[in-house]
């Protein structure tokens, strides 16, 4: 069982940046999915950013130049925000596929999940 724990969270004016933090302990090895879901108000949970099992990293289109994730090998990865907006306004979840879920992105097929940490970018 591996267990996500994110931190990094907040509030901040849109132009600003976060960075967001996720550390997996437990049972986990090297070449797994890891990377960043988020779930805004009223709308369903999508895919931000991920690294594969081959470190290739997917970002969604609406953060492309603005987010960059990076890591460490499976078991902490990154969420830098720069330039951020209040669409940009969720619930950030940590995601990795050490456990095999139904959530793909990237080609990787998530389900393990943080507990999830809030970001609010005001006007």
């Known amino acids: 069982q591996v267990q996500l724990v994110e931190s990094g969270g907040g509030s901040v004016q849109a132009g600003g940046s976060l960075r967001l933090s996720c550390a997996a302990s437990?049972?986990?090895?090297?070449?797994?999915?890891m990377g960043w879901f988020r779930q805004g108000p009223g709308k369903e949970r999508e895919g931000v950013a991920t690294?594969?099992?081959?470190?290739?990293a997917t970002y969604a289109d609406s953060v492309k130049g603005r987010f960059t994730i990076s890591g460490d090998n499976s078991k902490k990865v990154y969420l830098q925000m720069n330039s951020l907006k209040p669409e940009d306004t969720a619930m950030y979840y940590c995601?990795?596929?050490?456990?095999?879920?139904?959530?793909?992105?990237?080609?990787?097929?998530?389900?393990?999940w943080g507990q999830g940490t809030q970001v609010t970018v005001s006007s």
């Open positions: 995601a990795s596929d050490h456990q095999y879920g139904s959530s793909r992105y990237g080609g990787c097929p998530f389900g393990g």
């Open positions: 437990g049972y986990v090895r090297g070449g797994y999915c």
């Open positions: 690294f594969g099992g081959d470190g290739s």
